[in-house]
Structure formats: C-alpha cells, structure tokens
C-alpha cells in the first residue's frame, strides 16, 4: 500500500484520471469484440447445420427451379432417388462444399450484422437495451441480409452452378471460378445480383422480424425469458415459412439467372426472365416452381438456423462468465 501512495504523490499531476479511463474504455472495447465474435462463431455455426440438414432438398430445388420441368411431390421424390442410384448417396450433397464456402461467412455476417443493425437503430430511436419496434426491426433484419448477400454474392452463383452441372464440367469450386472467369468473363460472376438484393430485403426482413416478434410475444404472455429450444425451432420455421414464401418468385429468377451460361438461356434483365418464365410455364408453375419443398425445406433449414445461432451463443457467454469467475 505504501508503495502505491508514492507512486500516486509521484504520478498525480503527470497522469491525472488516466488510471480510471485506461482500465475502462480497453475493458469496454474487449467486451464489445468478444460480442462481434461471438455473433460471428454463432452465425457461422447455425448456417452450415442448417443448410447441410437440407441441402439434398435444396440441390433438387434449384434444379427444378432452373428447367422447364414440371413440379411435384411425385417428380421431386423420383429425381432425388434417379440422382441416388446414377451418382451415389453422396452426391445428394453435390454443390455442399460450395455452400459451406458460402453459408459460413454469409451466415456469420449476416447475424453478426444483425446484432450491430440492432444496437444502431436501438440507440437511434432510443429503445437501448430493449426489443425493437415493428419498423426497426424489420430494417434490421433486411440490413443484415443485404450486407452478407453483397459480401458473399460470387460464392451464391458458384453454388448454384455446381448443383446444377455433373461432375466432369466442374471439379471443385477452384474450377467453377476460373472456367467462368475465362469463358463467360468476371461480370457473370455477379449475374443475378439485383434480383438476390430485391429478394433479400423482403425474405431476411421479415425472417428476423417474424423470429424477434414471436420471441418478444412469448417473453410477455409466458413470463419466460427465454423460449425453449423446441419454441426456438417453430418461430423459426414460422419465420422461414413467410420470409420464403414473399420472397421465392425473385429466388427463382436468381436462379435462372445465374445458370444461363450452362442451361443454355440467356437472360438480361429481371423483367424479361420472368416474362419468359411465365409465357413458356405460367405464373404460378413457373414463378412458385418448388415452392412447396420450400415450405418444407425452408422452415426446417431457418428453424434449425436460428435455434442454433440463439443457443451458441448462450453457450459461449455462459463460458466466458465462468472463465472471468474463475480468474
């Protein structure tokens, strides 16, 4: 104690009320990191569980939705098992490894992004450290989604490519890249871009928005803090269901979109692919082609994601606590 006193008579005017500031921003900033990457582990996490629980749907989606085929249960089910028995159980997952490449970063900042949208639009209308409003919320969720969609965009059109192409066109992601690079140019990289940003507003809008009222609804008539895991999973799915459903029509242009060069189409605009979708398969076989895989799909895959991103990151908070009490 008496060596404290002397170097505080010694240090006072030089130092001043450094000692408090010194100790509390860095303690402030280190808090705030380990915030953004736990939302970052989290969301990377929930993104390749839920997507690889689904990702034999999701293949026979987008292959439907790039054909002229028509849909059904029936067809859906033949078409996974003829892929099953010419390619082997594995290649259900074909495309997988490009979406993992894709999903963990888009999922990681796509929550990491929501949770910092949050906290802004929080602090500006005033609602820190409580639930959003409907509007707020809502912008939240399109915000995080648009911001991992313009991060991410190239992966998404590499993925698409891969589910739709065998084997021998295309040998890894490595190669989806540099064959479009050198035959199709940068630019088809970024095919379809505008149609995944029109959609993503509406489809992460309203997925967060839907997933964050359901939990606050539960929080005031429950008692409740935290729902539990099986509620997780259905506002989640009730989340994917309406976010999928508002948005599937410009998924499906996307799509087509981003799988001309090897389908043999060539689409130049939003408008006149989907002008082509509806006179050669109407407006609803064609626009909402694979829809209802999406309603079982979807939900499962925005169920699983959010249940997992919420209980990761109650995981790790709950293991920082008992290091810091610890120490």
């Not at 860095?26 to 915030?35: A, G, R, V, W």
């Not at 409580?130 to 969609?149: D, E, M, W």
């Not at 928005?209 to 939990?215: D, P, V």
Request: hydrophobic share 40%.
């Amino acid at each position: 104690m008496g060596n404290g006193v002397r170097e505080g008579q010694v240090d006072f005017k030089r130092q001043d009320a450094e000692p408090v500031t010194s100790t509390h921003l860095p303690s402030e900033d280190k808090q705030e990191k380990k915030k953004v990457l736990n939302s970052l582990m989290s969301g990377a996490l929930a993104g390749a569980v839920a997507k690889t629980a689904v990702a034999p749907l999701d293949r026979t989606k987008i292959m439907f939705q790039v054909s002229s085929k028509r849909f059904s249960a029936k067809e859906a089910y033949r078409l996974i098992y003829r892929t099953y028995l010419n390619e082997g159980f594995w290649s259900l997952w074909r495309g997988n490894s490009a979406t993992m490449v894709r999903v963990i970063p888009y999922a990681a900042i796509q929550f990491c992004a929501h949770e910092e949208y949050k906290q802004l639009l929080g602090s500006y209308y005033g609602f820190q450290g409580k639930a959003l409003t409907p509007f707020p919320r809502f912008i939240a969720g399109s915000l995080a989604g648009t911001t991992a969609a313009m991060l991410t965009y190239p992966l998404d059109m590499v993925r698409a490519r891969m589910a739709v192409t065998p084997k021998e066109m295309y040998s890894n992601i490595v190669h989806v890249f540099i064959r479009i690079s050198r035959e199709e140019g940068l630019k088809t990289l970024y095919r379809g871009f505008t149609p995944t940003i029109l959609g993503v507003i509406p489809y992460a809008g309203l997925s967060f928005f839907t997933y964050e009222t359901l939990k606050k609804l539960h929080a005031d008539h429950s008692g409740k803090l935290q729902p539990s895991p099986p509620e997780r999973l259905l506002f989640g799915a009730c989340a994917g269901l309406i976010g999928q459903s508002a948005s599937y029509p410009l998924d499906v242009v996307r799509r087509r979109m981003q799988t001309a060069g090897v389908m043999g189409h060539t689409y130049s605009s939003i408008l006149l692919t989907m002008q082509e979708i509806i006179r050669e398969e109407g407006l609803i076989r064609g626009l909402y082609k694979g829809l209802s895989m999406n309603w079982v799909k979807g939900p499962i895959a925005v169920g699983i994601s959010f249940t997992t991103f919420d209980l990761t990151q109650i995981l790790l908070r709950k293991l920082q606590h008992s290091t810091n009490v610890e120490r």
